[in-house]
């Protein structure tokens, strides 16, 4: 079918032609892309044009797409079987994976998305301490559950709605929202609040308004006072789990929070999404304690198969984590590098294998967003997600995006 035809229908059946906001291409203009096939680091639209893909699912396929290995691992599960509603043995081997390389991780429940990893951890918290109050910071994203769509970055962001419709207030009322990276303010909140803290939830890095670096001394600080006040800190990874180290950014860089959320990598490009963390607080989710969390899907064999083959996979590759930080940071200078010499004001952020770029204005981005998709480069279509690079990229393919950066360029 042909491409506009494809996007009319698909307008026509789904909201915007697509089932999450980003992929509208809003911010970017132009169509969005329907996308047929992926193979490392390429996805190919229905008419056969490739494009190298820097979004990756949202960060999820850092192997790649189709990575071979993984596919017959998937194969060979949903031959058995596509789902039980039991226990089966590829989510006990995914928990125990998992907890090898995050000890802070005794116990996990599996669940089949970031947006429900947080909601149970945030359930959890607030069951464990007995208490209603949360805090999250500005711009930070933590998926679309009412309570959290509290000024959030990532779609909202960039659509620019402070707030979702159709969240009630009284939904938002627990839900503070700090200043990143400012202790003064913690030190209010928390003399404030008190012992209403339940928890406080932050990104390591944060991934969802732009890449934002971590403050490792706020960190360690957020480690101090919600100890000070018995209120629980919370890591989401849903990004940063498995993407930078084999195992958890908030550990690496020196802190052990007692929940951890996880997502995205763990399942291989399949739904999940996880949290874990102590025994004594994991065994107050029922049926050992009273807080309650249940799902038809969750620990589903063939996404424990996709997320355990991506683990082992990456468990072997665990020293060469710095082949796609190297590529990105090859990418990003030399970005910058053509930028300055053609005096272009761009700013680009990056952490290890992630980076977001950043024109002076929305249009200039648009121009370079379009003149870089029309030659076959899939940057993330907005300022304010993330780009990610994968053991699916090569040189050649930094290669061609820089060349096509220069002529994009020469044309601003
Ligand atoms: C993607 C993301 C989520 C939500 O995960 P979904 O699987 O999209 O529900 C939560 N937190 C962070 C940091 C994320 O990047």
Same mark, same amino acid.
């Given at each position: 079918?042909a491409?506009?035809k494809?996007?009319?229908?698909?307008?026509?059946?789904?909201?915007?032609?697509v089932?999450?906001?980003?992929?509208?291409?809003?911010?970017?203009?132009?169509?969005?892309?329907?996308i047929?096939?992926?193979?490392?680091?390429?996805?190919?639209?229905?008419?056969?044009?490739?494009?190298?893909?820097?979004?990756?699912?949202?960060?999820?396929?850092?192997?790649?797409?189709?990575?071979?290995?993984?596919?017959?691992?998937?194969?060979?599960?949903?031959?058995?079987?596509?789902?039980?509603?039991?226990?089966?043995?590829?989510?006990?081997?995914?928990?125990?994976?998992?907890?090898?390389?995050?000890?802070?991780?005794?116990?996990?429940?599996?669940?089949?998305?970031?947006?429900?990893?947080?909601?149970?951890?945030?359930?959890?918290?607030?069951?464990?301490?007995?208490?209603?109050?949360?805090?999250?910071?500005?711009?930070?994203?933590?998926?679309?559950?009412?309570?959290?769509?509290?000024?959030?970055?990532?779609?909202?962001?960039?659509?620019?709605?402070?707030?979702?419709?159709?969240?009630?207030?009284?939904?938002?009322?627990?839900?503070?929202?700090?200043?990143?990276?400012?202790?003064?303010?913690?030190?209010?909140?928390?003399?404030?609040?008190?012992?209403?803290?339940?928890?406080?939830?932050?990104?390591?890095?944060?991934?969802?308004?732009?890449?934002?670096?971590?403050?490792?001394?706020?960190?360690?600080?957020?480690?101090?006072?919600?100890?000070?006040y018995?209120?629980?800190?919370?890591a989401?990874?849903?990004?940063?789990?498995?993407?930078?180290y084999?195992?958890?950014?908030?550990?690496k860089?020196?802190?052990?929070? #007692?929940?951890? !959320?996880?997502? %995205?990598?763990?399942? /291989?490009? +399949?739904?999940? *999404?996880?949290y874990?963390?102590?025994?004594?607080?994991?065994?107050?989710l029922?049926?050992?304690?009273?807080?309650?969390?249940?799902?038809?899907?969750?620990?589903?064999?063939?996404?424990?198969?996709?997320?355990l083959?991506t683990?082992?996979a990456?468990?072997?590759?665990?020293?060469?984590?710095?082949?796609?930080?190297?590529l990105?940071?090859?990418?990003?200078?030399?970005?910058?590098?053509?930028?300055?010499?053609?005096?272009?004001?761009?700013?680009i952020?990056?952490?290890?294998?992630?980076?977001?770029?950043?024109?002076? #204005?929305k249009? !200039?981005?648009r %121009?370079?967003?379009? /003149?870089? +998709?029309?030659? *076959?480069?899939?940057?993330?279509?907005?300022e304010?997600?993330?780009n990610?690079?994968?053991?699916?990229h090569?040189?050649?393919?930094?290669?061609?995006?820089?060349?096509?950066?220069?002529?994009?360029?020469?044309?601003m």
């Amino acid at each position: 079918m042909a491409k506009e035809k494809l996007i009319k229908k698909a307008k026509k059946y789904l909201v915007a032609g697509v089932d999450s906001p980003v992929r509208a291409f809003n911010y970017v203009g132009g169509d969005l892309l329907v996308i047929k096939k992926g193979s490392g680091s390429k996805v190919y639209d229905h008419a056969g044009k490739g494009y190298i893909d820097y979004v990756l699912s949202w960060g999820s396929l850092i192997l790649g797409h189709a990575s071979p290995k993984i596919t017959r691992d998937v194969k060979k599960a949903l031959d058995s079987g596509f789902s039980f509603g039991t226990t089966n043995i590829r989510e006990i081997e995914l928990a125990k994976a998992i907890s090898k390389a995050i000890p802070v991780i005794e116990k996990i429940r599996f669940v089949n998305s970031g947006t429900e990893a947080v909601m149970g951890a945030i359930r959890l918290a607030r069951g464990y301490t007995g208490r209603d109050k949360i805090i999250k910071f500005r711009n930070s994203y933590h998926g679309h559950a009412d309570y959290l769509l509290a000024k959030g970055g990532s779609g909202l962001a960039t659509l620019g709605i402070p707030q979702s419709d159709g969240v009630p207030r009284d939904f938002t009322k627990h839900t503070i929202v700090a200043p990143y990276g400012d202790k003064k303010s913690m030190d209010k909140i928390f003399t404030k609040y008190d012992k209403e803290i339940a928890a406080v939830i932050f990104e390591p890095c944060g991934g969802n308004y732009g890449v934002t670096l971590p403050d490792i001394d706020f960190i360690k600080y957020l480690r101090v006072i919600t100890k000070k006040y018995g209120a629980l800190l919370i890591a989401d990874e849903v990004i940063t789990g498995f993407r930078f180290y084999f195992g958890s950014l908030a550990v690496k860089l020196g802190v052990k929070p #007692d929940l951890i !959320i996880l997502g %995205k990598i763990i399942g /291989g490009g +399949l739904p999940v *999404g996880a949290y874990g963390g102590g025994r004594r607080i994991m065994n107050k989710l029922a049926p050992l304690g009273e807080v309650y969390q249940a799902s038809t899907f969750s620990g589903n064999p063939v996404v424990m198969q996709a997320g355990l083959s991506t683990l082992k996979a990456l468990r072997d590759l665990r020293y060469s984590y710095n082949r796609p930080e190297k590529l990105a940071a090859c990418l990003t200078i030399s970005l910058m590098k053509e930028a300055g010499r053609r005096h272009i004001d761009l700013k680009i952020v990056r952490f290890g294998s992630i980076f977001s770029i950043k024109f002076k #204005d929305k249009k !200039i981005f648009r %121009k370079f967003y379009r /003149g870089m +998709l029309r030659r *076959g480069i899939y940057f993330a279509p907005s300022e304010f997600e993330a780009n990610f690079l994968s053991f699916g990229h090569t040189g050649k393919d930094i290669d061609k995006t820089i060349k096509a950066a220069e002529e994009v360029m020469r044309d601003m």
